[in-house]
């Protein structure tokens, strides 16, 4: 059981509440999701309702950095890197924790990559990459704001990420 700083009354920040998160001996944590965006997460990872491993998912908890964020814990799982790189889009201020044995082994910030293939869906339904052609959707990226245009159409998709990802 960890003791956190969370007044429930944010007029007296001398209450405290416990909170009760298991530890998990292996897997990854995934800190500083953007806040609604968890569900999302967990439809990148392939986790569904009738999923067999031990998942947590904690949503909307304060943060000092961000406001609000999510947080999801997966047991005996490490994450692999196409992964990550979908997560980036929805989570940009992401950290990876693969924890062994109780401990941190690795900790890093997802990064966007440049150039995205195959991960997303172009919006523009005109687009050659929306055809029965054989031809895979491309996108480049821009970091802040986070921006993807198609290479085929030039197409921009700023907003509802998640709901073209492949």
Request: hydrophobic share 40%.
């Amino acid at each position: 059981m960890t003791k956190i700083d969370r007044p429930d009354n944010p007029g007296n920040p001398l209450e405290m509440k416990e909170m009760r998160v298991r530890r998990i001996k292996h897997g990854t944590v995934i800190d500083h999701i953007t806040a609604g965006q968890a569900l999302n997460v967990l439809r990148i990872l392939g986790i569904s309702g009738t999923t067999r491993a031990v998942v947590t998912v904690a949503m909307n908890v304060p943060s000092g950095v961000l406001g609000m964020k999510d947080i999801v814990k997966v047991e005996d799982r490490e994450l692999e890197e196409e992964e990550v790189d979908r997560i980036s889009l929805i989570a940009p201020n992401a950290t990876i924790n693969i924890i062994r044995d109780f401990g941190v082994v690795e900790k890093f910030r997802v990064d966007l990559p440049e150039r995205l293939e195959g991960v997303m869906k172009c919006g523009n339904p005109n687009c050659i990459s929306n055809t029965n052609e054989p031809v895979i959707s491309k996108f480049l990226v821009n970091k802040k704001p986070v921006e993807l245009r198609c290479i085929y159409c030039d197409h921009v998709i700023s907003e509802g990420i998640a709901e073209h990802l492949i």
